[in-house]
């Protein structure tokens, strides 16, 4: 799988989402783009999950940072201890892409899809429904359910969201071997990236390749 935007960058796309759409959460957002489903921490303004939640979730990115392999569990711990203590938080639906992510790492698609999937049907967080989308499509691509992977995707994304979303997409017909639409799918989504001041070489090695390889067709 493909590296996510930096934490840099993922945090004012999600910030600038948030001040188009008129949000009234006064939210910081960090996602993290460090490796396989890698993504970082943000904290919503409702105090009323409780310092507890934030401390564990606190816990659980000072690990996350660490990127040991040996923290996964302890991690993996804490995501659950969230789910299970604070349903319905912002907090429980970040530790089910923190869940997700271990489990692609352990190359447990099956498991990543499964958590990314019901975080996808029941967050009401738009930006984490769009975030677990992607995530989902890409572990179907890595299960071969590429039919799938394109099913989840939508079809017109919020802008904010559209580099992750058409790049999965592109991996999809990429693995389907449509290779003309997939380097349409990276196009759109280098055109996304650059439009929201992103840079993405693993994305431009994908294009270009595409396009040796119809080069070399023709």
Do not use: C
Not at 109 to 120: D, G, S, V
Not at 197 to 217: C, Y
């Amino acid at each position: 799988m493909t590296e996510y935007r930096t934490d840099e960058e993922q945090a004012e796309i999600i910030k600038k989402w948030w001040s188009e759409n008129g949000t009234s959460l006064l939210a910081t957002i960090a996602v993290a783009a460090a490796g396989v489903f890698g993504w970082n921490f943000w904290q919503d303004h409702k105090q009323a999950e409780g310092e507890a939640a934030s401390a564990i979730y606190s816990q659980m990115l000072e690990l996350a940072a660490q990127q040991q392999n040996t923290d996964n569990v302890q991690i993996q711990n804490l995501a659950e201890q969230l789910q299970n203590d604070f349903a319905g938080s912002s907090y429980a639906d970040f530790a089910g892409l923190f869940i997700a992510r271990i489990a692609a790492e352990n190359g447990d698609y099956e498991a990543a899809a499964a958590e990314l999937t019901t975080l996808a049907a029941a967050t009401d967080q738009e930006p984490v429904r769009y975030l677990a989308q992607a995530r989902l499509a890409k572990a179907l691509v890595q299960l071969d359910k590429t039919q799938e992977a394109l099913d989840v995707l939508p079809a017109e994304p919020n802008a904010a969201f559209a580099p992750q979303i058409e790049e999965a997409r592109g991996d999809a017909l990429y693995r389907q071997g449509d290779l003309a639409d997939a380097r349409q799918a990276y196009l759109k989504a280098m055109e996304a990236a650059r439009a929201l001041g992103q840079m993405n070489p693993a994305l431009q090695e994908k294009i270009d390749s595409l396009a040796v390889a119809a080069a070399e067709d023709a």
